[in-house]
């Protein structure tokens, strides 16, 4: 698959750089080792950083090509990886996942109890950082942790509910994983000094990109294997979580069959029959459509931001997106 756009930019090396040390740096406690080792234990397993990226690179559309952008824009990325690698903390509870990013989860390797309060350290950190940001990107932070507890609560009352509507999907997925692109957005916009429509548009951008991003994330789990994926390849069914591909599956006559399956006690041999019936009807390409409309219309309101190189390359980033799921086709 070709390489995403935003690595190719000049500062690109030196921007995952400053936001790796960043992140390190953030959690590190010099008198307590402990709870530095545990906060840092995803960073430290990487990642491609795309909603610190993003925030770095909306903050450098009306700069010059090449011009490195301000450190603000970095500490607001920052602040909200740290919201996403928290939630990931608390999400690995509550799914009592065992691996996380190619390692151990923090619950499964310190416990529930020090998973959960060390994911409430990074909310508090990324919260610091925003404080020091102003009080605008201080309330934009809170209010979208807010968000990403409202889609997660969504997600959680349709669980298992093979009714599930996209008038529920789309708000859930809007909070849990929209919300965190459009603040990254929309501070790299405010901590630039733009002008309000620009950090409106860049907003706007943001939520649409991360409505792109999980949908096509839904896809992939339905399409790749589980070696891909890194972990059960239909891995949201088994957990009663029915995402676009499979609501749109379940409204296909043969969607009677997938129906039968999916309950709270989801075999190995049925989870391979559910992912096969999705894979065979209408689901993954309307899911498709869907995700392709979105991001065009994410190019379209950048476009009306900016054109210059940054821009270019987030723009290539939404094609690097939606080109992701005919890679992965082309592999299994």
């Known amino acids: ?125 990324a919260s610091e950082i925003a404080a020091g940001l102003g009080v605008e990107v201080a309330g934009l932070l809170a209010a979208t942790i807010a968000e990403l507890c409202q889609g997660q609560v969504g997600e ?46 860049l907003t706007e951008f943001g939520r649409l990109y991360g409505m792109a991003f999980q949908v096509i994330d839904d896809i992939l789990d339905v399409i790749a294997t589980d070696e891909q994926l890194g972990k059960p390849a239909g891995n949201d069914m088994l957990e009663g979580v029915y995402s676009l591909p499979v609501i749109h599956t379940l409204a296909w006559p043969e969607g009677k069959l997938l129906r039968e399956l999916l309950t709270d006690g989801l075999a190995l041999e049925d989870r391979h029959a559910a992912i096969d019936i999705v894979r065979r009807g209408p689901g993954v390409e309307s899911s498709m459509a869907v995700a392709r409309d979105f991001g065009e219309q ?11 190189e940054v821009a270019t390359a987030l723009a290539g980033a939404v ?6 799921v005919a890679a ?3 592999t299994t």
């Open 156 to 201: 959680l009352q349709t669980m298992y509910n093979v009714d599930r509507t996209e008038e529920q999907y789309f708000p859930s997925i809007s909070g849990k994983t929209a919300s965190l692109y459009a603040a990254a957005c929309r501070i790299g916009g405010i901590v630039s000094g733009q002008e309000r429509d620009a950090i409106d548009k």
């Open 1 to 125: 698959m070709a390489t995403n756009p935003l690595t190719l930019l000049p500062n690109a090396v030196s921007d995952k750089e400053r936001v790796e040390s960043t992140l390190l740096d953030v959690v590190h406690i010099a008198e307590d080792d402990y709870l530095t080792e545990i906060s840092s234990h995803l960073i430290k397993a990487g990642g491609k950083r795309l909603r610190p990226l993003f925030a770095v690179a909306c903050a450098g559309c009306t700069l010059p090509d090449g011009e490195p952008v301000n450190n603000d824009a970095v500490l607001g990325g920052v602040s909200v990886e740290l919201v996403h690698i928290g939630s990931l903390y608390h999400d690995d509870v509550m799914d009592e996942a065992e691996m996380r990013r190619q390692v151990i989860s923090v619950n499964a390797r310190w416990g529930n109890l020090r998973a959960i309060l060390s994911g409430d350290y990074l909310l508090a950190k």
């Open 298 to 308: 994410a190019k379209a309101i950048l476009a009306e931001v900016s054109t210059n």
């Open 328 to 330: 992965t086709q082309a």
């Open 319 to 324: 094609d690097h997106l939606l080109a992701s």
